[in-house]
C-alpha cells in the first residue's frame, strides 16, 4: 500500500540491493538523520492497525529468499530520520511504536524508501518505514528534564574517525624475496623459473626471450681445463696491465711532482741569487759598513791582481814598465773614490749614531716579568730629561724653519742650557744670541749654515755629558765610573794606547794578551791583504746560532773570529766539502763530526747546506763512512789541531772553571699571558 493511505504490506529488502534501482527524494520530504545510527539495520514498516512490522535484516538469508522470490519489490532507503529509544522514551508520532518482542533493546528511525517492481516497471511507490538498529546503544551520560521528567541521553556521531597519515608506508604489495641475495645459502629464487609454461588454447605465451640451443662438440675434461687455464692467462694479462698502468702512472705523477719541486726551487735559488746580486751591487754603489768597505778593497785587489798577470805577460820591459805605471795610477784613483765615498758614509753613519744615542736614551726602562710574561716600562726623571733634550735637537736640526719657529726652538734651548754656568753653556747661549740677531736682521739661510753647524754641534756635546743627561753616563764609554775600566782595559799591541776589551778581537792565536784591536787589524788587512771575510763570518754566525740551540754551553765557536774560520775552511778543508767538494763558501756549512761533542776545529766537518741534515742523521760516522773517508777526515782533524793548540788550552780551563762554578741552566720562557687580562 501507499504510505499515505496507511497500507500493511511486509516488504523485505535484501542486504545486496543495487543502488541503479533506488531514486533520491527531495531534501524538504525528509528529516535530519539520527546522530550514532548503525549502518547495519532493519526496516520496519506500519501495518493497518498501526503497529510497525520488522521487515527484514541485512543478511545472507535474505539475499536467498530475494532471489528465490523475483516477485518481491525491490527498495532502498531514501532518507533516515531521527527515532526514539523504545526502552527510554516515546514519542507522540504513531510511526514510533515499535515492537518489543524482536529487539527489546533496539534502536530505530525512520526511512522513507522508493519500491519499483522486480520486473523492471515504472510503478514505484514510496514507503515510510523503521529502521531497527541492533544492538544494545552505550551509555554516554544525559540529564533529565525537572518538570516533564524525560530523559536525555548523550548519543555519538556516526562519522568515522580521519586516517591519520604518518607518511610512513605500512602496506606494500611488494615480497621479501624480490632482493635477490648472492649467497648460497639465500639463493633460493632466481630469476629464471625452473618450471615451463606452454601456450595453450586460452593461455599464451611470449617466445620473444626464448632460445634456441644447437648442440655442440663434445668437450673432455682436460680440453674444459685447457679452455678455462687459455681464459685464465688472458684475465691474468690484463689484469697484470692494469696493475703495470697504475704503478707507471704513480711514478709518472712521482717525477711530475719531482720535476715540478725542482723547478721551482730553481726558480727559488736564481730569484734569492738576483736578490744577492742586486744586493751586493747596492752595497758596492753605496757602502755604509766597514764589512761593505773591505768588500770594495777585495775587489780592488782581484782585479789588480788580473791586470798584473796580464802585465807579466808582456815581453817588452819599456811596456811592462808604462803598464805598471798605469796600473797604479788607476789603483790610485780608485782609491781616492772609495776615500770619498767613506766621508759619505762616516756623515750618514754618524747621523744614525746619534739617532740612535737620544732613542736609546730617551726610550723607558725596560724589563721582563716572570709572574706575568709581560714587558714592565717605566719612565724616571732622567728619560724625560733626555726626551726633552731629544725633541729640542730634532727640532733644530730641522732646515727649513719659519722665523718664528726658529725663534722659538732657539728660547726653548736657551731654556734649558741657562740653568748651568758653565763654559760650554756660556758658549751655547753665546751662539743663540748671536743666530737670533741675525735672523732678526733678516739675513740669508745660507750664510747661517756654518753658525747653525756649530750650535747643533755644542748642544749635542751638551747631550752627551753626563751632567746635564743623566741617561748619557750609561751609554757612552766615556764616562763611566772608575770600576768600570777596573780589569776592563788592556794596551793594544804594538802601541802604547791602552783600550777596553770591547775593542778587541778575541782569537785563540794570541796567547799573551789580546792582541791588536778590530780597527788596527781592519787597517793592515785594507793594507796589505785586503781580504774580504763576509762569507766566513756568515759560516761562524751560523755555527754559533747552532751551537747554542744544542744547549750543552758550547764556547768554542765564541772564542773563534772569521780570519780562524777562514783559515779552517780554505786552508785545511780547500774551501770545499768533505762529500761532494761543493766550492761555492756561500753553500758551506760547520758541523759536528761527532754529535755528542762540541764543535771544534778537530771535531768539525765541512759540508753543503743539503749535506749536513744527512750527516746529523747518521748514529755512528765511523761506521756509516769508508775508511778513505776515515782518514782523510781524521788527517784534518790533526792538522787543525796542531794550529788551534792555543785554543785546546782556553777549552780546559774553560772546563775546568765550568767543573768548579757550574753555569745556571737555560731559565725557560715564561707563558704568554693575554695582555688585557
Known amino acids: 500500500d501507499d504510505a499515505s493511505q496507511g497500507g500493511s504490506t511486509v516488504i ?271 752595497r758596492r754603489l753605496n757602502p755604509r759598513s766597514a764589512e761593505d768597505f773591505d768588500m770594495l778593497y777585495h775587489s780592488l785587489e782581484m782585479w789588480r791582481r788580473k791586470q798584473d798577470e796580464g802585465i807579466a805577460l808582456l815581453q817588452d820591459e819599456d811596456q811592462k814598465q808604462e803598464a805598471r805605471v798605469n796600473l797604479l795610477e788607476q789603483q790610485t784613483k780608485y782609491l781616492s773614490a772609495i776615500d770619498q765615498l767613506k766621508l759619505i758614509a762616516d756623515e750618514d753613519n754618524r747621523e744614525r749614531r746619534i739617532e740612535r744615542f737620544l732613542d736609546a736614551a730617551s726610550n723607558p726602562r725596560q724589563w721582563s716579568n716572570a709572574e706575568y710574561g709581560m714587558t714592565v716600562a717605566m719612565e724616571t726623571p732622567g728619560t724625560k730629561r733626555a726626551k726633552q733634550l731629544k725633541d729640542i735637537y730634532l727640532l733644530l736640526r730641522i732646515p727649513d724653519l719659519e722665523v718664528d719657529e726658529r725663534l722659538d726652538a732657539l728660547l726653548q734651548l736657551k731654556a734649558v742650557v741657562e740653568e748651568f754656568p758653565d763654559k760650554l753653556c756660556r758658549e751655547i747661549l753665546e751662539l743663540v744670541q748671536r743666530e737670533a740677531e741675525l735672523v732678526a736682521r733678516q739675513v740669508k739661510k745660507s750664510k747661517l749654515q756654518g753658525l747653525r753647524k756649530r750650535l747643533l754641534n755644542l748642544f749635542l756635546q751638551f747631550i752627551e755629558t753626563p751632567t746635564y743627561n743623566p741617561e748619557a753616563k750609561r751609554l757612552t764609554p766615556f764616562h763611566q765610573d772608575a770600576a768600570f775600566f777596573k780589569g776592563n782595559m788592556a794596551r793594544a799591541a804594538g802601541t802604547e794606547h791602552f783600550k777596553t776589551n770591547g775593542e778587541f778581537e778575541a782569537t785563540p792565536q794570541v796567547a799573551n794578551g789580546l792582541g791588536k784591536t778590530k780597527a788596527a787589524l781592519r787597517l793592515a788587512n785594507r793594507a796589505v791583504h785586503r781580504q774580504d771575510n763576509r762569507v766566513y763570518r756568515r759560516i761562524l754566525e751560523a755555527a754559533r746560532v747552532e751551537e747554542k740551540q744544542a744547549g750543552d754551553h758550547a764556547q768554542c765557536m765564541l772564542l773563534m773570529t772569521p780570519d780562524d774560520v777562514r783559515y779552517l775552511v780554505d786552508a785545511i778543508w780547500n774551501c770545499k766539502s768533505a762529500l761532494s767538494e761543493e766550492d761555492d763558501p756561500t753553500k758551506l756549512k760547520l758541523c759536528r763530526w761527532k754529535p755528542d761533542k762540541q764543535l771544534t776545529p778537530w771535531n768539525v766537518l765541512v759540508l753543503a747546506s743539503d749535506e749536513v741534515q744527512a750527516h746529523r742523521q747518521l748514529e755512528d760516522p765511523m761506521v756509516a763512512y769508508g775508511p778513505a773517508f776515515l782518514a782523510r777526515v781524521q788527517q784534518k782533524h790533526v792538522r787543525a789541531k796542531q794550529h788551534f793548540k792555543t785554543l785546546a788550552s782556553h777549552l780546559r780551563r774553560a772546563a775546568k772553571q765550568l767543573k768548579q762554578s757550574p753555569l745556571p741552566p737555560t731559565p725557560t720562557p715564561p707563558a704568554q699571558v693575554n695582555p688585557s687580562i
Open 12 to 282: 523485505e529488502i535484501p542486504s545486496d540491493v543495487g543502488l541503479h534501482n533506488m531514486d533520491s527524494l527531495p531534501n524538504d520530504q525528509t528529516s535530519e538523520v539520527a546522530p550514532g545510527a548503525s549502518t547495519n539495520s532493519a526496516y520496519t514498516e506500519t501495518d493497518e492497525q498501526g503497529n510497525q512490522v520488522l521487515a527484514a535484516e541485512r543478511s545472507s538469508e535474505a539475499a536467498i529468499a530475494a532471489e528465490s522470490q523475483p516477485d518481491r519489490m525491490v527498495v532502498e532507503p531514501i532518507v533516515a530520520t531521527a527515532g526514539a529509544d523504545c526502552s527510554t522514551q516515546t514519542g507522540t508520532s504513531t510511526h514510533q511504536a515499535l515492537s518489543t518482542e524482536p529487539v527489546a533493546t533496539a534502536r530505530t528511525r525512520q526511512q522513507l524508501v522508493k519500491v519499483y517492481p522486480a520486473d523492471g516497471g515504472d510503478d514505484a511507490k514510496i514507503y515510510n518505514i523503521t529502521v531497527v538498529l541492533p544492538g544494545s546503544k552505550p551509555f554516554l551520560g544525559g540529564f533529565r528534564h525537572k518538570e516533564s521528567k524525560m530523559e536525555y541521553h548523550n548519543a555519538a556521531t556516526q562519522t568515522p574517525k580521519a586516517i591519520k597519515h604518518t607518511g610512513k608506508e605500512l602496506f606494500h604489495r611488494t615480497t621479501q624475496t624480490a632482493i635477490m641475495r648472492s649467497e648460497p645459502k639465500f639463493a633460493t629464487q632466481t630469476t629464471v623459473h625452473t618450471a615451463t609454461q606452454m601456450t595453450r588454447p586460452g593461455l599464451y605465451v611470449s617466445h620473444r626471450q626464448d632460445k634456441v640451443l644447437a648442440p655442440t662438440a663434445y668437450e673432455t675434461a682436460d680440453e674444459r681445463r685447457a679452455r678455462i687455464v687459455r681464459a685464465v692467462i688472458v684475465i691474468q694479462t690484463y689484469f697484470r696491465r692494469w696493475k703495470a698502468k697504475i704503478v707507471v702512472g704513480n711514478l709518472r705523477y712521482a717525477k711530475e711532482q719531482y720535476e715540478a719541486f725542482a723547478r721551482s726551487e730553481a726558480i727559488k735559488a736564481a730569484d734569492e741569487e738576483h736578490r744577492a746580486y742586486e744586493w751586493d751591487m747596492h
